[in-house]
């Protein structure tokens, strides 16, 4: 079973960073990918960023440049630095991975489709 832990979430100001980490355990194939979603209160939803095993990253037109995905290679975790932070970033930040048979693109209009991790709220002030 696979399973994902997200932490390192937390209050900043405006143009401040964090950096979450997505721990995973459970895989049983080389090839991943990993996808990083957000919800802000009374809002859906949100994809954010993909990193797959092959070391492609591809990001949401509202994050890219201030976000950058990446895996800490010694200790397989998954990384999401997120730089120059605006209050629209404020939400419950989710890592998540596909089940087998289903892409991260699926993870967007279906959730079932997927592993999620808990979340880890991110905070941030004007």
């Known amino acids: 079973q696979v399973q994902l832990v997200e932490s390192g979430g937390g209050s900043v100001q405006a143009g401040g960073s964090l950096r979450l980490s997505c721990a995973a355990s459970g895989y049983t194939s080389s090839r991943y990918c990993v996808a990083w979603f957000r919800q802000a209160p009374g809002k859906g939803r949100e994809w954010v960023a993909t990193?797959?095993?092959?070391?492609?990253?591809t990001y949401a037109d509202s994050v890219k440049g201030r976000f950058t995905v990446s895996k800490d290679n010694a200790t397989n975790i998954l990384l999401m630095q997120m730089n120059s932070l605006k209050p629209e970033d404020t939400a419950m930040y989710y890592c998540?991975?596909?089940?087998?048979?289903?892409?991260?693109?699926?993870?967007?209009?279906?959730?079932?489709?997927?592993?999620w991790g808990q979340g880890t709220q991110v905070t941030v002030s004007s």
């Open positions: 998540a991975t596909p089940k087998p048979i289903f892409s991260c693109a699926s993870l967007s209009t279906n959730a079932g489709t997927g592993y």
């Open positions: 990193f797959n095993s092959v070391g492609t990253s």
